[in-house]
């Protein structure tokens, strides 16, 4: 297992929660990271993207605003800060690890999966 996400749990509506996500085997040290999710019944998205320096993010519309993505690279950890959630936001999340050094949004151009850590927000 090289990334493993945690921190899900159940929320109120407005509540914050953090994820985390481990980098066992340093699959990220030069690679941008993200952060997907997937409702029951829909398509996995793009929730939030960053550069391999942390320098670059990148969010969706719904994130914008409301999530943050953050890395600590001497950790080898990615972390989603999610405040304001309300119940669409509820998913299983996945951290993913990019083989490109650059944020992106396109699902194709991540290598390296988690198993997901499920979020609900009851209303």
């Known amino acids: 297992v090289q990334l493993v996400e945690s921190g899900g749990g159940l929320v109120q509506a407005g509540g914050s929660l953090r994820l985390s996500c481990a980098d066992s085997r340093r699959t990220s040290s030069n690679n941008a990271m993200g952060w997907f999710r997937q409702a029951p019944g829909k398509e996995r998205e793009f929730v939030a993207a960053?550069?391999?320096?942390?320098?670059?993010?990148y969010y969706s519309d719904s994130a914008k605003g409301r999530f943050t993505i953050s890395r600590d690279s001497s950790k080898n950890t990615l972390y989603l800060q999610m405040n304001s959630l309300g119940p669409e936001d509820t998913a299983v999340y996945y951290c993913a690890t990019s083989r490109y050094s650059s944020a992106s949004a396109n699902m194709n151009d991540y290598i390296y999966w988690g198993q997901g850590t499920q979020v609900t927000v009851s209303s």
């Open positions: 960053i550069a391999w320096r942390g320098m670059n993010t």
